[in-house]
């Protein structure tokens, strides 16, 4: 992986990026980083009209991660097993993944570029690989 260069951001998007960048340096998902590599920070439109969705192009970390080999359950199977029960509980995860932390050190291989400077999540983004 490389340090890549960055997206150009317009207007709005130059606001909503400083806002993404001190609430989620504020709730510690973020911090500043020193990475040697880094992916560069864009958004893409959601479904509802005007809002905007942070990404990250990783990419190029990705090519060069060994994927996980084991299968995942099929969604079938799984309701299969819910026949006859009678108490059901369902989890809310919006933003689950920054319920869950980068292993230490590991940190600054999901460097992330703005124009506000080098950042490393401390929790998952999406979009990375094995995640």
């Known amino acids: 992986p490389k340090k890549q260069g960055l997206y150009r951001l317009n207007e709005t998007e130059t606001k909503v990026m400083e806002e993404f960048v001190n609430e989620n340096l504020r709730k510690k998902y973020i911090r500043p980083s020193v990475s040697p590599i880094a992916a560069p920070f864009f958004f893409v439109s959601k479904k509802e009209k005007g809002a ?12 060069g991660t060994v994927k996980n080999a084991y299968p995942l359950p099929l969604v079938g199977k799984l309701l299969d097993k819910l026949q006859g029960a009678t108490t059901f509980s ?5 933003n689950g993944y920054n319920n869950i932390r980068i292993k230490d050190g590991d940190q ?10 080098l950042f490393e999540p401390m929790v998952m983004f999406f979009g990375l690989a094995n995640s």
């Open 52 to 63: 905007l969705r942070p990404c990250q192009d990783y990419r190029d970390l990705n090519s």
């Open 90 to 94: 369902k989890l809310d995860l919006r």
């Open 108 to 117: 600054w291989k999901a460097a992330f570029r703005t124009e506000k400077g």
